[in-house]
């Protein structure tokens, strides 16, 4: 079983909709990245999180310790957030190493 | 991502050859990774470093070789590279802990 498991694999949404990709992890964390890549390029952080939620513009990210879960939402979906997102969790100790998810295809329709 | 520069960007070699992929960060962080991102399989820990003059093996170190001889570099490195090696990879750097990590641009090497 992955350390990370992101959930689900591939979306497909139509243009204004609600997006919600899920993260579990099995280890213990000294933060959670959401991080954003497009195909053929870099990755991009969205987000750091050790507690509670985050926003930046239409995207909002939650972290749960006690349950060991995340999850990225996008408000009013847009083509242009087609991507890749990939859940990462940095280990306590360790390290500090970054244990990723195998990411979550986004496709948004016009 | 201005902070981490990779090294060369695009790579092709023959199997058997060798190359040094560099990874450079300019924030004094502590902690560097070489990772490889193949379909499918998502972002895969090759070795790591914790600080200058150390290094660690990660999930998937065999064929690969790395340096830490200055704190600003990261040093990936392929004696004799081979098809199975044809990947993305990308290196990462942080101060550790709850600071933020920032990440590479990626090389993409193919290796015929």
């Known amino acids: 079983k992955n350390e990370v498991e992101q959930s689900p694999q591939n979306l497909t949404a139509q243009e204004g909709e609600f997006i919600t990709i899920n993260c579990s992890y099995s280890v213990g964390i000294s933060a959670l990245h959401w991080l954003q890549q497009h195909p053929g390029g870099g990755i991009v952080s969205l987000f750091m999180l050790s507690s509670g939620k985050k926003k930046h513009g239409r995207l909002i990210a939650t972290i749960n310790i006690q349950e060991k879960h995340s999850s990225l939402h996008i408000t009013a979906s847009h083509p242009r957030d087609s991507a890749v997102y990939i859940c990462?969790?940095?280990?306590?100790?360790?390290?500090?190493?970054?244990?990723f998810g195998k990411g979550t295809r986004l496709h948004i329709l016009p | 991502n201005a902070g981490v520069t990779q090294t060369p960007k695009f790579r092709v070699l023959k199997t058997g050859q060798s190359m040094t992929l560099l990874c450079a960060q300019d924030m004094n962080h502590e902690y560097m990774y070489w990772y490889r991102q193949d379909p499918g399989m998502g972002l895969r820990l090759i070795h790591y470093s914790v600080g200058e003059g150390t290094t660690a093996k990660g999930e998937v170190p065999d064929g690969y070789n790395v340096s830490r001889l200055k704190k600003q570099n990261f040093l990936l490195g392929l004696e004799s590279a081979a098809p199975s090696q044809t990947s993305v990879y990308f290196c990462?750097?942080?101060?550790?802990?709850?600071?933020?990590?920032?990440f590479g641009q990626g090389t993409r090497l193919t290796v015929v």
């Open positions: 990462a969790a940095r280990r306590r100790f360790l390290g500090d190493k970054i244990i």
């Open positions: 990462a750097s942080t101060l550790g802990g709850q600071n933020e990590a920032f």
